[in-house]
């Protein structure tokens, strides 16, 4: 609801949502439910009292007095179901699939025993139409994450329809909410996810880019919602291994790339589970880990040292007849300049306690480091930071069955995630040159000459979180799911530059916290939420409608008067809720086809790091406006989506067309304030900017799909795209970057940044599953906007220009082999097959990532040449990457 909710009505709703929460009798986000009705195969009329169990399992059920039955709670997945009754032979149905949020349908017919013992074994058939689809989710299953070529659940997220690099249906990057077994894995700084879950521990990925239920939260665009295998009741593992390395044409764009190094980009991964010896059977476990090195594909060269320039040392290089002062030359030896290592784990254990009911402990944990490509360092890539992340979860889980119609789950999680950039892990390393040696060393379409970076970040969000849901088949028709769920965090960072001067007597030194150089703090903010959902499937329609209540406190104060910064009295903020209903409906047109109309209200926080970004609210004259105030008085930002869908099966092939429409409110952006005259105030009738809830936007699209299933050794699937994002603002800094520039900001709807008006995604498979496959993905899309300028200044509307389109083609092939009475499997993944350029930056005044027009005009005044600076290469794509490895199961 977009309008202020007033107490009383939130009281309201607040009562009757936790009240619904504790008497009802949901982990809906893990688990799917098989249902249907068994027949007599000779009279077609429904059996009461067939037992339909799990096969291997005591899970199971009976029909009622319709011949009807369910189970519920089950994992994704494949199942075998058996049917069984007094004088009728045991049906089995193999390969029974189970999807998150999903009922499978399996209808079961029995025939009459005529042998005793007689078992009949059919094989379940996938629904091409999902009858009680009620809004545009792709669920992509562990085989199929495995016959793609990915290296991460992020690259399957990104070939998804409506997806563009991270913005979903046309919000902002942050917009989507990540999970992992039901828990959240965003870091609230930030809004980003946390961890990068191994590929081989993933049982299912969903994917929801329109409208979602009222179970999930935090959340305008999307979720993307991972299980994560389980360990079975025998002993199953993996070891494999790939390397690879860059190959491409391209060797005048890319330094180094002319030279083969099959191990500058590797990973080694592997996985075990089954039972925990001495334990009955009643304990499983499943642990999984992954090396990952990628050197990159921009390359620098230490032609310079990061060091300071001292009096009476350094030499003249003569560079074309021009005489360049350089501190300290170095050996010229290529440095990799946007490099990558990652190790991440994983041991989940679940035990059956009493019954149904089980335990479960999940435990994940992930390692980083690398550094990101700077132009500037080209000569002197030693100079700059490195990137270090160190992120791990613990969840625990405790599943209770309430007979074969209810079951609750309780959660409880603890999330970390550090965050630490600095060139020197000491602030007071005596190698830090002087502070100011990046401005002496640098000059006109020149690289660095020396110096170095000389910041240094370390931040850290701690998260609490503990949830209760619970689900309950009320009647045929009604399966409610209600949960209550409050989470707890805490943000730490540590920010400055470190100083090394004349005031710190040249020696490096850390900055006075609380001062414009250093910014510390630690907040407590929490977040609780609610939800009632009832998904009512009756024989002409499924309807999933549910209402959320969220609550926000930023346990923090702001400023009385934003015009006195310095003198301003505080106030506490304020508390935060937002009520929001979903409902989606599908109907059944036949067998063969649905429609499905879906409408919602979705409710997120910023990123916190704006609610407390500079919290002492010093102005600092040196920065200006581009040191904004944070505001934790920010209010929740809202989104109302509608979408429209129908599905369709025809000879084998599923189509669909979905059309949406999104309307945005209180997107972060940004103000200026001047501080007011005649207070005692040191910087009177000087501008800064906070902070606030202004920005607005508007998407709409239609989707266009067509898959064929994989059968006869064919697959095929082509999606595409049409979407119009506009808003006022692409940037929550736009006013502050505008008013720098002395430009007016917008006061109506442009294309913003992501806006890819055509986008065509492509995935054809072809093979003998078991044996071998062959899987390419390609993608072709309209170019992004930009705004054209000259000489930096801007000479066109926002976003009135448009980049080239892009295009890209990756294959991942496999043949399965048997060596030694083990399943081996070798095979490639290769990323841009046709080394295709995109250009992914742009220069403004001509809108290609080369030429520049400032080519005409100056001279480069460093050891480089005025080529060498405005040929950028990573303006451009990755080039082809080849990589070969193998995978041995057992």
Do not use: C
Not at 807 to 824: P, R, T
Request: no cysteine; proline share 4%.
């Amino acid at each position: 609801m977009t309008q202020t909710l007033s107490w009383a009505a939130v009281r309201v709703a607040a009562g009757f949502l936790l009240a619904a929460s504790v008497v009802l009798p949901s982990s809906g986000q893990t688990t799917g439910k098989i249902a249907g009705t068994v027949t007599d195969a000779g009279t077609g009329q429904t059996l009461p009292g067939v037992n339909v169990l799990i096969a291997g399992t005591t899970q199971g059920t009976s029909t009622d007095t319709d011949g009807y039955y369910y189970i519920l709670n089950l994992k994704p997945g494949t199942y075998s179901i058996q049917a069984s009754f007094i004088g009728f032979s045991l049906v089995t149905v193999q390969e029974v699939r189970v999807q998150v949020d999903k009922t499978t349908v399996l209808d079961i017919a029995l025939s009459e025993q005529i042998i005793e013992g007689e078992e009949i074994v059919v094989v379940a058939t996938r629904a091409a139409v999902e009858r009680d689809l009620t809004s545009s989710i792709t669920s992509v299953s562990s085989d199929q994450l495995e016959s793609l070529p990915v290296q991460s659940f992020s690259d399957v997220v990104n070939q998804q329809a409506g997806v563009v690099d991270g913005h979903f249906r046309g919000g902002r990057v942050g917009e989507v909410s990540y999970m992992v077994d039901g828990i959240p894995i965003n870091d609230v700084y930030d809004q980003t996810f946390a961890f990068e879950v191994e590929l081989n521990a993933i049982q299912e990925v969903q994917i929801i880019s329109g409208t979602f239920n009222a179970e999930f939260g935090q959340a305008q665009s999307g979720v993307v919602n991972i299980v994560t295998k389980d360990g079975s009741q025998e002993y199953k593992g993996s070891v494999g291994a790939y390397v690879g390395d860059y190959i491409t044409g391209r060797s005048d764009r890319f330094q180094r790339l002319d030279q083969l190094s099959p191990t500058d980009s590797y990973e080694m991964q592997g996985s075990l589970g089954g039972p925990v010896p001495g334990l009955r059977g009643r304990t499983t476990f499943f642990a999984s880990g992954r090396l990952l090195s990628n050197e990159g594909f921009l390359y620098g060269q230490r032609v310079v040292q990061p060091v300071s320039p001292v009096s009476g040392q350094g030499q003249t290089v003569d560079v074309d007849g021009r005489q360049v002062f350089v501190p300290a030359l170095g050996d010229s030896s290529y440095a990799p300049m946007n490099w990558g290592d990652q190790a991440t784990g994983q041991l989940k254990i679940t035990t059956r306690l009493f019954g149904n009911d089980r335990l479960t402990a999940n435990v994940l944990v992930q390692r980083d480091k690398g550094q990101g490509y700077d132009h500037l360092f080209r000569y002197n890539p030693d100079g700059r930071p490195t990137t270090y992340g160190d992120s791990w979860s613990t969840t625990m889980t405790y599943t209770h069955v309430f007979g074969t119609s209810s079951f609750m789950d309780v959660k409880g999680a603890f999330f970390r995630n550090s965050v630490a950039s600095y060139l020197y892990e000491d602030p007071l390393d005596t190698r830090y040159p002087l502070d100011n040696a990046l401005r002496q060393l640098a000059g006109n379409f020149s690289f660095y000459r020396g110096g170095a970076n000389m910041s240094h970040f370390e931040r850290e969000t701690e998260t609490w979180v503990g949830r209760v849901d619970f689900t309950s088949q009320i009647s045929r028709q009604h399966l409610v799911k209600t949960g209550i769920e409050y989470k707890a965090h805490q943000l730490f960072l540590d920010d400055f530059e470190v100083k090394n001067n004349a005031s710190t007597g040249f020696a490096p030194a850390v900055p006075l916290a609380g001062t414009p150089d250093h910014v510390l703090y630690t907040k407590h903010p929490v977040e609780a939420s609610a939800f009632l959902q009832d998904k009512m499937e009756f024989d002409f329609m499924v309807v999933n409608a549910g209402i959320r209540l969220d609550y926000f406190d930023p346990k923090s104060e702001v400023l009385e008067d934003y015009g006195r910064p310095k003198t301003s009295s505080r106030i506490p903020t304020q508390v935060k809720w937002q009520l929001s209903p979903r409902i989606g409906l599908a109907y059944p047109l036949s067998e063969r086809g649905v429609v499905h109309v879906a409408y919602g209200h979705f409710f997120q926080m910023p990123p916190f790091e704006f609610l407390f970004t500079n919290p002492d609210y010093i102005y600092d004259p040196e920065e200006g406006l581009n040191r904004a105030f944070g505001m934790p008085d920010l209010k929740p930002q809202r989104t109302v989506a509608y979408e429209i869908g129908l599905q369709q099966e025809v000879s084998g092939l599923v189509l669909e067309a979905t059309s949406y429409f999104k309307d945005i409110r209180n997107l972060l952006g940004s103000r200026i304030e001047v501080i007011k005259p005649g207070f005692d105030e040191a910087f009177q009738l000087e501008k800064y900017g906070r902070f606030i809830n202004r920005d607005y936007g508007q998407v709409k699209g239609f989707i266009l799909t067509a898959e064929r299933l994989m059968a006869d050794g064919f697959g095929l699937k082509v999606d595409y795209t049409f979407q119009v994002a506009q808003g006022n603002a692409s940037d929550p800094r736009s006013v502050l970057l505008d008013e720098a520039a002395g430009i007016e900001s917008e006061k109506q709807l442009v294309p913003l940044d992501w806006d890819r008006r055509h986008q065509l995604n492509i995935t054809l498979t072809i093979g003998d599953p078991g044996n071998w496959l062959a899987t390419f993905t390609g993608q072709a899309g309209s170019g992004l906007p930009y705004t054209p300028s000259l000489a930096d200044e801007r000479i066109g509307l926002e976003n009135s220009g448009r980049r080239r389109g892009t295009s890209n083609l990756d294959l991942y092939a496999m043949k399965n082999l048997s060596l030694s009475g083990f399943d081996v499997s070798v095979f490639t993944r290769i990323f841009n097959v046709l080394d295709t350029q995109n250009e992914q930056q742009i220069y403004s005044d001509t809108g290609r990532a080369f030429p520049n027009l400032r080519f005409l005009s100056g001279e480069a005044q460093g050891l480089n040449t005025k080529d060498e600076f405005l040929r950028r290469p990573d303006f451009y794509s990755a080039p082809r990457q080849i990589t070969v490895g193998i995978t041995t199961r057992f």
